[in-house]
């Protein structure tokens, strides 16, 4: 059974960081993209990073990258999403995916893409 579990989310003042866990289960993480969307209230989901399978480079949105990092601890079978220098426009909820195709070619940055999501964990940055 396919399983995704976020943690690590909290409040945080501008500035401040937190990283972000996804443990996954029922599948190994370097055969898929895996991806990290957050979603504010009111608005769309939206892409913020995620790791080739091929290659395991990570890849961001605009507006996270050279704050955000994406790395991988193959034994744990997790990944993880330092994020740094948070600004309040971060608040949302985290979530962490799995790509619907096996070892899908380049970068997966579409949310219809990705067939298993975690439940999220919400990151809260204060002003």
């Known amino acids: 059974q396919v399983r995704l579990v976020e943690s690590g989310g909290g409040l945080v003042q501008n500035g401040g960081s937190l990283r972000l866990s996804c443990a996954a289960s029922g599948f190994t993480l370097e055969h898929y993209a895996v991806g990290w969307f957050r979603q504010a209230p009111g608005k769309e989901r939206e892409f913020v990073g995620g790791?080739?399978?091929?290659?395991?480079?990570?890849y961001y949105a605009d507006s996270v990258r050279g704050r955000f990092a994406i790395s991988r601890d193959k034994d744990k079978n997790t990944d993880y999403l330092q994020m740094n220098s948070l600004k309040p426009d971060d608040t949302a909820m985290y979530y962490c995916?799995?790509?619907?195709?096996?070892?899908?070619?380049?970068?997966?940055?579409?949310?219809?893409?990705?067939?298993?999501w975690g439940q999220g964990t919400q990151v809260t940055v204060s002003s």
């Open positions: 790791t080739t399978w091929s290659s395991e480079v990570p």
């Open positions: 995916a799995r790509s619907r195709e096996l070892m899908p070619a380049g970068e997966v940055r579409a949310h219809d893409e990705y067939e298993y």
